[in-house]
Nanobody, 124 residues
């Protein structure tokens, strides 16, 4: 089992920046590729970013490319999501997820473990 706890979400103004964190516990964190997803009210959950177990490969949704950066610190069992130039449409519940088999994927079904989410609200 892997337990994931997200943090860092808050109310921010458009144009600002935010860094989300996801702390993992349980099995060896460095064995897992990690992903970030988000779900806005009334919308389906969507892929945001993913990172391989080593951190050498990263993947981003086209809609956020250039504004977001995913990173990880395996020594701290933590994955991060830096969000810059925040827009009201970034408002969502942000989840991190762990995949023990792949190298980072935009497909939510491959992720075995999920956190409870952290809320990001962007005011215009």
């Amino acid at each position: 089992q892997v337990q994931l706890v997200e943090s860092g979400g808050k109310l921010v103004q458009a144009g600002g920046s935010l860094r989300l964190s996801c702390a993992a516990s349980g099995r060896t964190f460095s064995n897992y590729a990690m992903g970030w997803f988000r779900q806005a009210p009334g919308k389906e959950r969507e892929f945001v970013a993913a990172i391989s177990w080593s951190g050498t490969s990263t993947y981003y949704a086209d809609s956020v490319k250039g504004r977001l950066a995913i990173s990880r610190d395996n020594a701290k069992n933590t994955v991060y999501l830096q969000i810059n130039s925040l827009k009201p449409e970034d408002t969502a519940l942000y989840y991190c997820a762990a995949d023990g088999w792949g190298s980072g994927s935009p497909v939510s079904a491959v992720y075995e473990y999920w956190g409870q989410g952290t809320q990001v609200t962007v005011s215009s």
